[in-house]
């Protein structure tokens, strides 16, 4: 392992100086790397705060989440975030006369429908009366929903929020080359022949080389996958523990599907085609099968490989968002609070992945939390190395120095606690939709178990996160 990391360190560009204090510090994980939840002691104290609304969730479902390319393939983003729609309304049977807005959450958009929330609001039946718009913040765009419904009932605007996220990976934009869009343009405008054929003498057959949706870092030419590689050998993280961390995510994703834990998952009729019930990219394998695999992005000494990555994935969620006493006079029983939340944002470049490092430590303090009154957590699995690099950051005196302006560390997340029905390496992760898949799993989770408090948190393109508290709803 030594000598693969000192192969690795030497053929990255601009390595960071971390890996001199992280490539001695084993993460140790490996024989808890399958442990399960124990019950936690509830905490006393409640986080509602004088003067202001409570904000819960009702539900939340998602359609399953499938390999792009599968069952999905031939549908278009408000058909899946319709099927969400409808699944929430059929779990909730809230009146969509009392829903006073809809926002949805997408990264890749569909250019026939650029605000999918509204043909996807629509298309599930809702009033033409009841607004609804579509944000995007890379993987975090369904937080950056769920937080505006948040924003809009706290401030009285509204009482009754649906929010969600879409992603089809399976029908990505490809544009013309700018060259191509540019003659087209002109042809368009041109009032005569002669004008025609003249800017047709310009044509040369490299305008047809499409335009793909870009892959890489805008401000660094970087993909993310490249920079989970530099950032897993900045802290040291052996291609083994990546690998088997994303056999735990896989095995523990398999036995809560098994089990029927995976609640908000609802079945989902794909015109022309069979009903889909579950997410299909849950594939416990081997630590030797892994092993096989070659790296997926730095070559040939990189750790990230496509089996300890997040793959490319459809899939659609929504949850609805009520103030607490409109919800308790509809007659509903909410399963958890919308607490404190927080979003930070640093260098792109090192840090693109780091940003649950950033903003654990900023929203517990919010809510006068510390990590052992967590009974769950919740985060974003982009890759493996991304997870455990997270760990270490966050176990690091020196880092929380040297970086995040503190004296002491966050403190190390506990496995028992942490993404126990699996995570985005084995459920998928469509951008736009699994903000809502984390806070649902959050509060399941805290619901089954006993639990108070739940912590989700999430990185994004960018060098952005996110991450929030959420609290079960007393039974």
């Known amino acids: 392992m030594t000598s693969i ?72 983003p408000h058909d899946l975030a319709r099927a969400a729609l409808l699944g929430l309304l059929q779990r909730t049977n809230v009146p969509k006369e009392v829903v006073d807005y809809i926002i949805f959450g997408t990264v890749i958009q569909e250019v026939k429908t650029s605000n999918v929330a509204r043909e996807a609001a629509l298309g599930a039946g809702f009033s ?34 649906v929010a969600g996220g879409v992603e089809l990976m399976s029908d990505v934009p490809i544009r013309h080359s700018r060259k191509m869009r540019k003659m087209m343009l002109d042809l368009n405008k041109a009032k005569t022949m002669g004008q025609r054929l003249s800017l047709l003498s310009k044509f040369r057959l490299n305008f047809l080389s499409p335009e793909l949706p870009a892959v890489a870092e805008f401000s660094t030419s970087e993909t993310m996958g490249h920079s989970a590689d530099r950032l897993a050998a900045a802290f040291a993280v052996s291609r083994l523990e990546q690998d088997e961390y994303a056999l735990r995510s896989h095995s523990l994703a398999k036995k809560a599907q098994d089990e ?36 997926a992005f730095i070559k040939p000494y990189g750790t990230v490989t496509a089996a300890n990555s997040s793959f490319l994935t459809d899939g659609a969620s929504a949850m609805l968002i009520m103030a607490e006493d409109k919800a308790l006079a509809l007659g509903y029983k909410p399963k958890a609070y919308l607490r404190d939340f927080v979003y930070v944002s640093q260098d792109p470049k090192d840090q693109l992945l780091l940003g649950p490092t950033y903003a654990t430590p900023k929203v517990l303090e919010k809510a006068g939390l510390t990590m052992t009154d967590i009974d769950v957590f919740e985060f974003h699995e982009a890759f493996s190395g991304q997870i455990l690099a997270n760990f270490k950051a966050m176990d690091s005196d020196w880092f929380a120095q040297n970086y995040m302006g503190r004296k002491t560390k966050v403190g190390l997340l506990p496995l028992e606690k942490f993404n126990i029905w699996g995570g985005s390496l084995s459920l998928g992760h469509p951008f736009g939709a699994t903000g809502c898949r984390l806070v649902m799993a959050a509060a399941n989770r805290l619901r089954k178990d006993g639990g108070q408090y739940g912590l989700v948190a999430a990185c994004a393109a960018g060098g952005q996160g996110h991450a929030m508290i959420v609290e079960a709803y007393p039974k």
């Open 5 to 76: 990391l000192t192969s690795t360190l030497k053929n990255l560009p601009n390595t960071s100086k971390w890996a001199l204090r992280f490539s001695v510090r084993p993460l140790s994980c490996s024989s808890q790397l399958l442990a399960l939840s124990a019950a936690q002691p509830k905490s006393k104290k409640t986080l509602a705060k004088p003067n202001m609304r409570n904000i819960v969730v009702v539900d939340g479902v998602r359609i399953p989440f499938l390999l792009s390319g599968t069952s999905y393939k031939d549908l278009m």
């Open 128 to 161: 033409d009366k009841t607004p609804a718009h579509t944000v995007t913040m890379a993987c975090i765009s369904s937080n950056q929903a769920m937080t505006t419904a948040v924003g809009l009932i706290a401030s009285g605007q509204s009482d009754v929020v």
């Open 260 to 295: 029927g834990l995976l609640s908000d998952v609802v079945p989902f009729k794909v015109p022309g085609k069979d009903t889909v019930t579950k997410d299909n990219g849950i594939r416990p394998s081997s630590l030797e099968q892994l092993a096989k695999l070659k790296p």
